[in-house]
């Protein structure tokens, strides 16, 4: 299929993970990519989709800085033309108990995940209203929209952010053609996942390498954990036209982790 030739298509943390694997999948179905992250390695990952015939270019972003953010569009543009669809999945996480948590890391996730999403959105928004066409929105949440887990009130509340925003947004832009919605994926392995087992692992006691994933797995009704490919085949689902009277919606990519 080939349902987003010529179309424009930005994803934040698009060099790795998750990200990456959306930004593959809408290359494999036509799309130009501008895929973004805070690392050189981003142009890389642009050359992998290139090298599989994609048009594709890695820009250096950093999307807690507007101006960044801004430059990042207009690179887009200047590429590709009008952008069409706007991921915004760039994300961090750290794990901590409440007497250890700092500020910093408080406001370093709320940054990356909330304010983030915001200023992407709100770029797009201003873009894709300028141009007329409509588009799509799609954010990032997680599991921990719907259900904070232990040790990381943070990164729950971002995402409940990401879902309150997600919502409100698609109120306002909904005469203009464009719709807003989130993915919450479950555990998915990348490597913010390794970082997880890791750490959750010690914290709860006694998982060794990869025991804690295995065993929060069995709590998943598939009894496995979600991959790159999963989230994305939903990133591009909202983002076609079978999904174009869906807005304001977070949906689930979990094997049925979380039924709510
Ligand atoms: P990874 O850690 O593998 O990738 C995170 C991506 O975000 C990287 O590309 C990273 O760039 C980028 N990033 C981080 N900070 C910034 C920033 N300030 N500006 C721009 N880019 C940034 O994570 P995943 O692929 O696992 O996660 C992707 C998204 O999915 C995140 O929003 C995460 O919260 C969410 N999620 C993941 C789940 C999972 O099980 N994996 C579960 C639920 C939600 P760089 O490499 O340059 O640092």
Redesign the pocket.
């Known amino acids: 299929m080939n349902r987003f030739e010529g179309k424009t298509v930005v994803v934040?943390?698009?060099?790795?993970?998750?990200?990456f694997a959306i930004a593959q999948r809408f290359a494999s179905e036509g799309a130009n990519l501008v895929i973004?992250?805070?690392?050189a390695?981003?142009e890389e990952a642009a050359a992998a989709l290139r090298e599989a015939g994609a048009k594709a270019v890695g820009v250096i972003?950093?999307?807690?800085d507007r101006e960044a953010v801004t430059a990042l569009y207009d690179r887009a543009e200047e590429e590709f033309g009008a952008v069409d669809i706007s991921v915004q999945?760039?994300?961090?996480?750290t794990i901590a108990k409440i007497e250890d948590l700092t500020e910093g890391e408080w406001d370093a996730t709320m940054e990356?995940?909330t304010k983030?999403v915001f200023l992407c959105c709100q770029e797009a928004i201003r873009r894709m209203r300028k141009s007329g066409n409509g588009g799509r929105l799609i954010n990032?949440?997680?599991?921990?929209a719907r259900d904070g887990f232990i040790y990381t009130p943070h990164y729950a509340a971002s995402?409940f952010g990401v879902m309150g925003m997600t919502q409100s947004l698609a109120k306002e832009v909904a005469l203009d053609n464009i719709t807003v919605n989130a993915i919450?994926?479950?555990?998915?392995?990348?490597?913010?996942?390794d970082y997880?087992d890791r750490v959750w692992g010690e914290m709860l006691g006694g998982f060794g390498p990869g025991e804690l994933m295995e065993s929060w797995v069995q709590n998943i009704p598939m009894k496995r954990a979600?991959e790159?490919k999963h989230v994305a085949a939903l990133a591009a689902f909202i983002a076609s036209e079978d999904a174009d009277y869906i807005t304001g919606q977070t949906i689930n990519v979990d094997g049925g982790l979380i039924m709510s």
């Not at 934040?12 to 990200?19: A, E, F, L, S, V």
């Not at 972003?61 to 807690?64: E, G, K, P």
């Not at 999945?89 to 996480?93: C, K, L, P, S, V």
């Not at 919450?184 to 996942?193: E, L, N, R, S």
């Open positions: 934040t943390g698009g060099n790795k993970g998750i990200g973004a992250s805070v690392e390695q981003v972003c950093d999307v807690t999945n760039a994300g961090i996480i990356v995940n983030g990032m949440a997680s599991g921990q995402k919450c994926p479950g555990i998915i392995k990348t490597d913010m996942w997880n979600g790159g």
